[in-house]
């Protein structure tokens, strides 16, 4: 038995990771455990005994518990031969994880960062934010929402964010150039069901092209990659991406200019990726 427990949001970035990656594999059959932030399951006590960080998604499969998004998939991959989510060869396959492994170190701050000072912040009450703070288990996340909610773009984590885009999206550019279609070569992998969601963040706030323009290679990857029928499962309604009037949209609309500011300063001080 396969059950995955997880959000149905377009901007729960570690459940979609998930939902792509089964998608992809075209694993149908598990069962669906959907939660709620607002409600607190993931507080929960029966929660709580699977994942002790209280976070999203969790897979259980045949009684064994597997955590942490990056490993749900990689597990999720595992499951049945076709079709590979992983390149041919020891050497690839490293080269590919080595890609997941930034994109869990800087893309998770990156992405969450960027969700929390567009959508969350303008969003969601102060009060509901400190309930929720009361709850988190995690100190590194807790000062990293506390200080974006709190300062908005003049947080430290905002112009982190900024750049990790800017130097990850620069080099997808670069590497997708070389080769292509996909990052590894000819075949979509992992790194693409793990990249996507992340991603999907800047597009729901509009913002996705203040990266990418003039990187025409990581512009024709993304597009490859949105028109393909998995992506479709993450929104969640049709036309949600180009929705104005969606929160996301408006919220970031505000943030616009002090993003592309942000970025212009990183790009002063660091140059292009």
């Known amino acids: 038995m396969l059950e995955l427990y997880y959000l149905k949001e377009a901007d729960s970035i570690c459940s979609n990771r998930a939902v792509l990656t089964l998608a992809e594999k ?11 932030l607002v409600d607190g399951d993931q507080f929960s006590a029966d929660y709580l005994a699977l994942n002790p960080k209280a976070q999203v998604p969790t897979l ?5 518990v597997i955590r942490e998004s990056s490993i749900v998939c990689d597990y ?8 590979p989510l992983k390149p041919e060869g020891a050497e690839a396959v490293a080269h590919m994880r ?12 990156a992405a969450a960062t960027l969700n929390f000072v567009t959508k969350f912040r303008h969003a969601i009450p102060i009060e509901v934010m400190e309930m929720r703070w009361a709850k988190v288990t995690d100190i590194d996340r807790l ?18 964010a900024v750049g990790s885009w800017d130097r990850m999206l620069g080099k997808i550019d670069k590497t997708v150039a070389d080769g292509g279609p996909w990052v590894m070569g000819d075949r979509l992998t992992l790194v ?24 025409p290679h990581a512009q024709a990857w993304w ?7 998995s992506y479709a499962l993450l929104d969640e309604y049709p036309g949600q991406r180009e929705d104005m009037d969606a929160p996301h949209a408006k919220a970031g609309a505000e943030c616009r200019a002090g993003l592309a500011e942000q970025l212009a300063r990183y790009r002063e001080r660091f140059g292009r990726a």
Do not use: N
């Open 26 to 36: 075209g694993i149908e059959d598990y069962t669906h455990r959907l939660m709620s």
């Open 60 to 64: 259980v499969h045949d009684g064994a």
């Open 76 to 83: 999720i991959d595992g499951l049945r031969a076709d079709p």
């Open 98 to 109: 080595e890609w997941i492994k930034d994109c869990d170190e800087s893309g998770y701050q």
């Open 143 to 160: 000062h990293r929402q506390q200080s974006v909610i709190r300062e908005g773009l003049e947080s430290p984590y905002v112009m982190r």
């Open 192 to 215: 693409e069901t793990c990249y996507a969601p992340f991603i999907k963040i800047l597009e729901l706030t509009h913002l996705l092209d203040l990266w990418l323009d003039g990187r």
């Open 223 to 229: 597009d490859r990659l949105t028109a393909r029928p």
